[in-house]
Every structure is written in C-alpha cells, then in structure tokens.
C-alpha cells in the first residue's frame, strides 16, 4: 500500500506553546487528507477534512482557529495544535487518498501537554 | 442514526476459529467499504476493500457486501493470537466531498 508519514511519533509540550504535526505521502499525490484525533479507548473523530490548495473543512465541534490545517502540497499537510491544553492530549492520525481509493493512515502523533 | 456502525464487543474466539465483524451503514449512496485493523497505540492499516456485492478474499481474510441490506462483514479464518485488534470498518461517500466515515470498531480477541 501506498506510505504516508507523519512526524512527530510523539511529542511533549507545556501548556500554552504550539505544536505541529506534518503528515506526508511519500509514493502518491494526496488529493485529499483527514486528520482525526482518537482518546484512549475510544474511535477516530475525525476533526477536518483537507483539499490541496483549499481551506480545510472541519467536523462541528472543531475550533478551526485552534486546530490549523495547511495542505500547501499534494504531498504534505500540516496540522498546528495552537495555545495546547492538557485537554488537548491526544493521538492525532493523519490518512491520505488519491482519487477514489483507499484511505492510507500516518503512524499517528502522541502528544502529551503538560 | 449513525453513518457506520458496529459492534463494539468484545468479540472472543479460540485460535483457529473464524472470526466474523459486522458493519452497517446508513446511506445507500455510499460507494466504497473498508476494513482497518487498529493494535493497541498504533495508528489504523488497511486489511480490505470491496466495491462491489459479493464476497472479496485475501488469504485468510473475507469481506462480505450487500448493498441492499447495507451491511458489510469481514471473516477472518485459522484466527491468530496477532489478529487480536479492533476492526474499524470505513464507508465512503462521494457525494459528501469524499467524506470517509468510520464505525467505532470492534475489538477483537483470539484467546490461545
């Protein structure tokens, strides 16, 4: 299956700074990328759906000003945790699709705010 | 109602035995269906795709579609201890900006 990376795998910060999560496709075009974020024992939320070149659609519920989505390119999107609560700790999961195929996942970010 | 919905479990079988997830869907527009496999702390990978009614194997796994009962199922066969996981199913929708929607996933054990 096709390969998307995401980077960092985990990731510590205080309160109140800002982290950024890249989400890559390293062998395809991503016409589309998802990020979803996922508590202990519980399903994917997905927070936002992104286009290359457009604004990022976000899920009801999801502050787009706290959670920034850029899809610069057809290989990379970035998601930016602004002003990070403890609240906020959580295991962020990119996935990618080209067209009308599957979805590839990332490896997931977890990140601890302390 | 929601869009997918599953089973949460836990599911129990003894190695060996066949495994069988359930999924169902609301919307008769949806197109594609897919079964990921999440571990404990890992991130979601695909096991399965089916587009079309009818059964879709590979190996030792099985995915059933029925479109008319907007249900979907996966089998697995000869289970493992290493297929214990949670078994999220994925329904996609193209007239929804291509909007994947996940069930909750069901977990799954293969006691030994």
């Known amino acids: 299956g096709a390969v998307v990376s995401q980077h960092p795998s985990w990731v510590i910060c205080k309160s109140g700074t800002s982290v950024k999560i890249e989400c890559r496709s390293l062998d395809f075009q991503a016409t589309t990328m998802f990020w979803y974020r996922q508590f202990p024992k519980q399903s994917l939320m997905l927070m936002a759906t992104s286009n290359e070149g457009s604004k990022a659609t976000y899920e009801q519920g999801v502050e787009k000003d706290k959670f920034l989505i850029n899809h610069a390119s057809l290989t990379l999107s970035t998601l930016t945790v602004t002003s990070a609560h403890p609240e906020d700790s959580s295991f962020y999961i990119c996935?990618?699709?080209?067209?009308?195929?599957?979805?590839?996942f990332g490896q997931g970010t977890r990140l601890t705010v302390v | 109602q929601k869009e997918v919905e599953q089973n949460s479990g836990p599911l129990s079988v003894p190695e060996g035995a066949i495994a069988s997830l359930n999924c169902t869907y609301s919307?008769?527009?949806?197109?594609?269906f897919f079964w990921y496999r999440q571990y404990s702390g890992k991130s979601p990978e695909l096991i399965m795709s089916i587009y079309s009614n009818g059964d879709k194997e590979d190996g030792r796994f099985t995915a059933q579609l029925n479109k008319a009962s907007q249900y979907v199922s996966l089998l697995i066969r000869d289970s493992q201890p290493s297929d214990s996981a949670t078994y999220l199913c994925a329904v996609h929708r193209r007239n929804t900006g291509n909007q994947f929607y996940f069930g909750t996933g069901t977990s799954l054990t293969v006691i030994p």
């Open positions: 996935s990618a699709r080209m067209g009308g195929t599957e979805a590839f």
């Open positions: 919307d008769r527009g949806s197109q594609s």
